[in-house]
């Protein structure tokens, strides 16, 4: 497969090495911050000796056995959330593929909530599989829904709302009829990385690094499928398996981060157009850049998240959702003057 | 089809189909009366209705059930009106009052209103919902507007946007639902939907309401007709499109907000009435909306009453039970329009 | 003498000639005479009739819709009285075919039924669970004068402040003030000083480290605010049939880090008990725990309210 062929133009390559060295800065900085600040604060310097050299203080264990592990998965689900964003709306050529959207985080949140109500038993490693389920799930409805006749985002989006209303009837319905065993639950539906231990980040972590690594290799595919069926056919790809391949892809990592993270919207519908502002339509660049700004992106809301009611914590998902919804708004006014 | 359209559907068979379906809606609301968490002989809920039967069954029936039935009905009906119409206007199948802001305005307002004031006089809940109807709405239209060129409300923007809007107010309730120490149940349930706890009162502040909004619904269908040939034809046929939509519009969402306050928001009546009525009676406004009042009210009819029978003395919100058989019966509309 | 001073001595007489008057959340009730058939929607007011030696015509116990159901000193008590469904929506019409003459509802949680309500019988609403300490016992004196037995009520909050004078010489002064919470499988959600236990605690002379937080006199705390706030004492709200979230935090080396859990001054309560019940009952079984429990005297807890 010829790649370089179908490259699309790429903005000068002095410019993506600052842009990349930026984003890895911004994380970095995000990183230290996230360890630094909280319900009890401690001098950055402090920190950085303390992640290199812990000891048996207080201060340390709070860095290595909270922040740290916290930190980590909200920078691992953030990542997982804006790259498969990116997939899914590369896959579809649909600005509007965000797994949020499209139902999956509702499907992958519902089908856990499930689990928890109905098999109080069921051990944890089964949350990314039962996730997988559901967001495929909810994807395919919202999917087959709106593709029968083509996809255009007010179809997705729409089919998107109507899957998420009828996982959101089924959550309410559920949480009624099993208020106390699902109670627990509300705070994890609404998508929070408070209290997160290493052994959940390496629930996931697995996961989400596979997810991760595939999508790297994957991407020159997707710049092919991005062109359209047609043009991709004629280069002599199997489009339709590679378009099933890659949305697989997307849902297992918005499934792996929704798993242990609870459903966190419009990360992966900004990040990766973000990303694409950055470095022109190229996956093989604004896939690893989504990564990173998403995985910064959620760090930093987690800081706020921490903050803003000292010492509550406010779920991090709502947080990101008021803030991203604007932006949805927005888009929804760019694409609707289209008539899309 | 091998039917032509004209010949398939004929004022007669929408006579016909409109009679049976009021057949169907006075048989329900007959049994509706008859059933509920304290059993009632049917003999005693007919000496009831005319007056007689013993004191507990009266009060029952005539207290109890009837202005929950006459709530159910009349919020059925405006609901069903309101999406039927919006569907008109927007000429989008998929349009309806849950998806163009009205309902996460509501929700939202209803969120805000019992957090923020809560000695709140019992009763203003709804009131504050129908508030937040209006504000999301217009938020919506505010959104979906252009500013620069030729102005006007294009159909497939204001449907985007009304999801995106949907999506804002929705992260914002959720932002203030989680501040909330305890109990927010009775909001939560509201928002669900339910005609529980509808009494006299709440039937006599919807009916003014349904009184001159169904009719005005009525007396638009011509209009909606128009519309719906799209912009060019209508401007064609001399009719002022711009005008015409924001009025039909704003029949529309005082339909959805005036029974946002009898029942909260009953999801996905206001979609699946509408298309129920236009397999049944065909496209034409005039046909199609008495028929799709007549279903939605009993729709929701069938849900509250299955509600209050299926586990008593729990209740079981009526709008779940609208939204589990409207979700999907969107998805289905989806697939099938181009 | 001011005549709007004899006119309400006037009022005052009217009023106990053809009947009682009793101050609540929405106004003041006016009965003819002392209610015989009551309906409970809280289980403060079915605790608070049951120690006034009134047993309900109907009560909201359902364990259907969501709810825990009666707590587990009261279940055996309130076995027989009928359930009206879910106290979020209770069922109009059970509960008016129990024919009640008087309705004790929650300001809050059923504030919004509250015309409904009183349609089918006088309902009078109180502070039930957002109510303090002080709240709940004012609440028992105005129950025992709806009930015609505001002797007995008086009588109960006497004894009550006798036991709890009894208590309060178990406690240590100048111990540390201590971190109340119930604990879920899911959270940790501290009782600040103006909630119901949180009161309770610091009436018997402990104090409590938490005020509220803006209007929120409880509110979810993780486990890093916990060692943020560091308390010498903890004082844990579990349910036996769950498994509480501190369970998770045990084994984090942060919690040995708690003064607390070094000190070993970790007590653990029945969480339906001590914050659902909120009644005379629950109240004297509270007391007595708190006192078996060795939290009072700021000793080491006994084997029964140990924890796993």
């Known amino acids: 497969m010829n790649t370089h062929s179908v490259s699309p133009r790429r903005p000068r390559l002095s410019r993506q090495v600052l842009t990349f060295c930026g984003a890895a800065l911004l994380l970095l900085l995000a990183l230290l911050a996230s360890l630094a600040l909280g319900a009890s604060q401690i001098p950055l310097a402090q920190v950085t000796r303390l992640l290199l050299i812990p000891d048996d203080s207080t201060n340390s264990l709070v860095v290595h056995a909270l922040r740290l592990p916290r930190t980590l998965v909200a920078g691992l689900a953030g990542a997982g959330l804006g790259v498969s964003g990116l997939l899914l709306q590369g896959v579809t050529r649909n600005p509007l593929a965000d797994p949020g959207i499209l139902g999956v985080e509702a499907g992958g949140a519902f089908a856990i909530l499930v689990m928890v109500v109905f098999f109080p038993a069921a051990p944890a490693v089964l949350f990314v599989p039962a996730a997988f389920v559901g967001g495929a799930l909810a994807a395919a409805a919202a999917y087959g829904a709106a593709s029968s006749v083509g996809l255009t985002p007010l179809r997705l989006a729409l089919s998107g709302v109507a899957v998420a209303s009828l996982l959101g009837a089924a959550t309410r319905a559920v949480q009624i009829l099993f208020e106390t065993r699902a109670q627990g639950a509300l705070f994890a539906l609404s998508g929070s990385v408070a209290g997160r231990t290493w052994e959940q980040f390496w629930q996931v972590a697995p996961w989400l690094g596979l997810g991760l690594g595939l999508g790297l290799l994957l991407s020159p595919r997707v710049n092919i499928l991005a062109l359209g069926e047609d043009v991709a056919s004629s280069l002599g790809t199997r489009t339709a398996r590679d378009s099933a391949l890659i949305t697989g892809l997307g849902v297992l990592l918005a499934a792996g981060a929704v798993s242990v993270v609870g459903p966190i919207g419009f990360v992966g519908l900004i990040v990766p157009h973000a990303a694409r502002a950055l470095t022109g339509v190229d996956h093989r660049l604004s896939l690893p850049l989504s990564a990173l700004l998403g995985a910064a992106l959620l760090i930093v809301a987690d800081i706020a998240a921490r903050l803003i009611d000292r010492p509550a914590e406010t779920p991090v998902g709502i947080l990101v959702a008021a803030a991203g919804a604007p932006f949805f708004v927005l888009l929804a006014r760019h694409i609707g003057r289209g008539r899309a | 089809m091998t039917t032509p359209l004209g010949a398939r559907y004929t004022n007669a068979r929408a006579l016909g189909v409109a009679g049976v379906l009021a057949a169907l809606t006075v048989v329900l609301a007959v049994l509706a009366l008859g059933l509920g968490a304290v059993a009632t002989p049917a003999a005693q809920v007919w000496a009831a209705l005319w007056g007689g039967g013993d004191d507990l069954t009266r009060q029952l029936v005539l207290d109890l059930r009837l202005p929950r039935v006459g709530v159910s009905l009349l919020c059925g009906a405006m609901f069903a009106a309101s999406g039927a119409m919006m569907q008109g206007v927007i000429r989008n199948p998929l349009a309806s009052p849950d998806i163009i802001g009205v309902g996460a305005g509501a929700g939202l307002a209803a969120t805000v209103f019992l957090l923020a004031w ?221 | 003498m001011n005549p709007r001073f004899l006119f309400l001595c006037g009022l005052t007489a009217l009023s106990s000639a053809f009947g009682l008057s009793v101050k609540h959340e929405r106004g003041s009730l006016e009965l003819k005479g002392p209610a015989k058939r009551v309906v409970a929607l809280e289980y403060s007011f079915v605790d608070t009739l049951l120690a006034l030696g009134v047993t309900p015509v109907g009560a909201a116990l359902g364990s259907q819709g969501g709810d825990r159901g009666a707590p587990p000193y009261l279940r055996a008590l309130s076995a027989k009285i009928p359930a009206t469904g879910s106290r979020a929506q209770p069922s109009l019409e059970i509960m008016l075919s129990l024919r009640p003459d008087l309705i004790l509802a929650d300001a809050f949680v059923q504030g919004e039924i509250y015309p409904q309500l009183a349609k089918l019988a006088p309902t009078a609403a109180f502070q039930s669970r957002r109510g303090s300490l002080d709240d709940l016992n004012a609440q028992t004196l105005a129950i025992g004068q709806l009930v015609g037995r505001e002797a007995a009520a008086r009588q109960l909050l006497a004894d009550q402040q006798a036991l709890m004078r009894k208590a309060k010489v ?104 001590w914050t659902r019940g909120r009644g005379p009952l629950a109240l004297k079984l509270m007391v007595a725990q708190a006192i078996e429990s060795r939290l009072l005297q700021d000793a080491a807890p006994s084997a029964a309210f140990r924890g796993q």
Do not use: C
């Not at chain 2, 928002?191 to 309401?209: E, F, K, M, N």
């Open chain 2, 118 to 338: 809560p000695a709140a006089p019992p009763g203003g809940l709804p009131w504050a919902a129908l508030a937040g109807a209006w504000g999301g709405f217009g938020l919506v239209l505010l959104l979906s507007r252009e500013w620069r060129g030729a102005g006007g409300l294009h159909p497939v923007r204001l449907a985007l946007v009304g999801v995106a809007v949907a999506a804002a107010l929705g992260a914002v309730q959720q932002l203030v639902l989680v501040r909330a120490p305890d109990g927010l149940g009775s909001a939560l349930t509201f928002l669900t939907g339910t005609v529980y706890g509808a009494d006299a009162g709440r039937l006599l502040s919807v009916l003014p309401w349904a009184l001159v909004l169904l009719p005005a619904a009525l007396l638009l269908s011509r209009t909606l007709d128009v519309l719906n040939l799209g912009e060019d034809l209508a401007t064609g046929l001399g009719t002022r499109v711009g005008p015409a939509r924001l009025l039909s519009l704003g029949v529309g969402v005082a339909l959805a907000g005036a029974a946002v306050t009898g029942a909260g928001i009953l999801g996905f009546v206001g979609l699946l009435a509408p298309h129920l009525a236009r397999l049944l009676v065909g496209a034409k406004h005039g046909r199609m909306l008495p028929v799709s009042m007549l279903l939605g009210a009993l729709l929701v009819l069938a849900a509250d009453t299955l509600g209050r029978a299926l586990l008593p003395p729990l209740e079981v919100p009526a709008g779940i039970f609208t939204t589990l058989v409207g979700a999907p019966y969107f998805l289905y509309l989806l697939k099938r329009t181009a």
């Open chain 3, 170 to 273: 178990f406690s240590k002064k100048a111990a540390p003030a201590f971190v109340a919470a119930v604990v879920t499988p899911k959270s940790f959600t501290v009782h600040s000083n103006q909630s119901f236990v949180g009161s309770f605690l610091e009436a018997l002379g402990r104090k409590n480290a938490l005020g509220p937080k803006g209007d929120q006199t409880q509110y979810e705390v993780s486990l890093e605010g916990l060692v943020a706030l560091n308390p010498q004492t903890l004082v844990l709200f579990a349910a036996p049939d769950e498994t509480p979230i501190t369970q998770e935090w045990k084994k984090n080396p942060l919690w040995q880090k708690l003064s607390a859990v070094q000190r070993g001054r970790v007590y653990v309560f029945d969480r339906d008990d």
